[in-house]
């Protein structure tokens, strides 16, 4: 191999290598940004943290979607003559 097809190839190589670093970099400023918010805005420090957190603000849905289910059909009950009525 000559001295001038190694040297491309190393040119390459570091090339590429400062690439991926710089993609790394970018994804670990991104990852950075993420767990600040990630702590500011629900007061999690850590992704196991997020994820109990998701999982009772998705059991806390569930529950509210539940009580609005029951009071609307209650609503309905209540009032059915005069939303029939309304519907003429």
């Known amino acids: 191999m000559s001295s001038d097809t190694t040297l491309k190839k ?3 190589l570091r090339k590429d290598v400062e690439t991926a670093q710089q993609r790394a970099d970018r994804a670990q400023g991104a ?11 629900f007061k ?3 992704l196991k943290q997020a994820q109990k957190k998701l ?6 849905e569930e529950e509210m979607k539940k ?3 029951e009071a609307m059909e209650k609503f309905e009950e209540k009032w ?3 939303l029939q009525e309304s519907n003429l």
């Open 67 to 69: 009580d609005f289910m």
């Open 55 to 60: 999982t009772n603000l998705q059991e806390q």
């Open 10 to 12: 190393y040119m390459r």
């Open 31 to 41: 990852l950075d940004q993420l767990m600040k918010n990630l702590e500011k805005d």
């Open 80 to 82: 059915e003559d005069k």
């Open 44 to 46: 999690c420090t850590t």
